[in-house]
């Protein structure tokens, strides 16, 4: 159940999300990020945005939100902190890659840590219903599989083999474990900091190496879950994320 009182009282792209989380760190040749940021606190630029999250958030949310069955009024509140929460992730991730140094990173990382503990803070409160709470902290945990879902079903549609709602789950699933397990938050961060791997000078041939490693792990669990027909739409998805041809 959600606090009785008032709702202004009340109290989270897998080899896609995996690359922007572990490349996303670092800026891309030519761009220059203090202008980038600079632009972006612009106030039409931060309501654009926040808009924008906003609407992201409603079509990642939406299950739980089904689930969790507020009212509309706790809806628009729980949507409105998960956007906040997206820009803020936004506003991070910019942070860390103009970060030249690591007292500067460390610097970055401790301002997401206090952030990401507010955050949660906030929605706990909101929620207030620890099993609500925690239904929240296990579907954030899967955010990026989710987003890596919504590219993967008008694929699926559009070759006529649509997933059913059973298959759609059981691959969440089976694509947070690929992640977790070939990717471990210890090297390649936990989605809000970016873990040491990213600041390597390697970093990009470990990344393939590990989205390669993922790829084959989650493809030999999907191969019970999904058709035939299926399974080759996905791993043909997979290595075009990843800019590669199977043929």
Do not use: C
């Not at 709702?7 to 202008?35: S, Y």
């Not at 654009?48 to 509140?77: G, I, N």
């Not at 919504?150 to 759609?168: H, I, W």
């Amino acid at each position: 159940a959600k606090d009785g009182g008032a709702v202004a009282d009340k109290g989270k792209p897998a080899t896609a999300e995996a690359a922007g989380t572990a490349a996303g760190t670092r800026a891309p040749a030519g761009l220059d990020m203090e202008k980038v940021q600079e632009m972006m606190k612009n106030p039409a630029m931060r309501g654009l945005m926040a808009q924008q999250m906003k609407t992201m958030a409603s079509t990642l949310y939406k299950p739980l939100v089904e689930k969790l069955s507020f009212t509309d009024e706790e809806r628009d509140h729980f949507l409105r902190l998960i956007s906040d929460t997206l820009v803020a992730q936004q506003d991070q991730g910019m942070a860390m890659i103009s970060a030249k140094t690591p007292d500067a990173r460390a610097a970055v990382e401790k301002q997401v840590q206090e952030g990401v503990a507010e955050q949660k803070r906030k929605i706990r409160e909101f929620l207030n219903d620890e099993a609500d709470f925690q239904a929240y902290e296990a579907y954030a945990g899967t955010l990026s599989e989710r987003q890596q879902l919504l590219g993967l079903k008008p694929v699926l549609e559009a070759g006529g083999n649509p997933l059913t709602g059973d298959q759609e789950e059981r691959l969440v699933e089976a694509m947070h474990r690929a992640r977790t397990t070939s990717m471990p938050a210890a090297e390649w961060g936990d989605g809000s900091v970016p873990g040491e791997a990213v600041f390597a000078d390697d970093a990009a041939e470990r990344l393939v190496r590990a989205l390669t490693k993922m790829n084959e792990s989650v493809l030999n669990e999907t191969a019970s879950i999904l058709d035939e027909n299926q399974q080759k739409a996905f791993a043909d998805y997979l290595m075009e994320v990843m800019g590669l041809d199977r043929s």
